[in-house]
């Protein structure tokens, strides 16, 4: 398998929003949205036990910047799928997902 780093970037408000638009219930909600997507994406990595033992992932959050970002070194496609997955879930929670990984090529399924 290609094992690959990849950056995830989980963003509470996109570029054109300001932070001071939002209210601090709404604030509040989306990093606890954030919380639950990057939950999401490490249970998914972590469940299948294959995956789990050549995957590592380290969080770090950014109260600064509104960001949780991840470090994932696993296999490439299967990193891919998984953040595809997450970031349907990310686009309903109003929160928005960068990342190095080419997601347009990835086929969801649930």
Do not use: C
Not at 41 to 47: A, E, G
Not at 55 to 61: H, S
Not at 90 to 96: I, M, N, S
């Amino acid at each position: 398998m290609n094992i690959q780093h990849s950056v995830v970037t989980i963003s509470v408000t996109d570029l054109n929003t300001s932070i001071k638009r939002l209210s601090k219930a709404l604030i509040r909600q989306r990093w606890k949205s954030a919380y639950t997507v990057a939950d999401m994406i490490r249970d998914r990595l972590f469940n299948d036990e294959a995956l789990r033992e050549m995957t590592q992932l380290e969080r770090n959050i950014s109260p600064e910047k509104f960001t949780v970002t991840l470090n994932i070194q696993g296999p490439k496609n299967k990193v891919a799928e998984v953040v595809a997955f997450a970031k349907v879930t990310a686009d309903q929670a109003g929160l928005v997902i960068n990342t190095d990984l080419d997601l347009t090529r990835v086929k969801l399924f649930s």
